[in-house]
Nanobody, 115 residues
Framework: QVQVVESGGGLVQAGGSLRLSCAVS????????MRWYRQAPGSQRELVAA???????SYTDSVKGRFTISRDNVKNTVYLQMNNLRPDDTAVYYC?????????WGQGTQVTVSS
């Protein structure tokens, strides 16, 4: 059974940094796409960043130049390095992975940025 577990959230002041991790277990199949989403209170869940198995990445405009997504294929882990955080980055951050035809979500990790 595939399990997706996020970690690394917390409270940080504006301008600070956090590094989120998402560890995937229960599969020996290569993970095609690994994504980070976020959902702020009263808002829809939005795609923040994605990385495919070949290493290509994409970002939503609001985080370009501040966030970096990376992955360790040996550890089946994806990371999100978040720098120069702003109050509007406050949200629950979710990891999503695609394995063959399946889509798996983690439970989310809270990121709160104070002004």
């Amino acid at each position: 059974q595939v399990q997706v577990v996020e970690s690394g959230g917390g409270l940080v002041q504006a301008g600070g940094s956090l590094r989120l991790s998402c560890a995937v277990s229960g599969t020996r199949i290569s993970i095609n796409v690994m994504r980070w989403y976020r959902q702020a209170p009263g808002s829809q869940r939005e795609l923040v960043a994605a990385i495919i198995s070949g290493g290509n990445t994409s970002y939503t405009d609001s985080v370009k130049g501040r966030f970096t997504i990376s992955r360790d294929n040996v550890k089946n882990t994806v990371y999100l390095q978040m720098n120069n955080l702003r109050p509007d980055d406050t949200a629950v951050y979710y990891c999503n992975v695609r394995i063959l035809l399946g889509s798996y979500w983690g439970q989310g990790t809270q990121v709160t940025v104070s002004s």
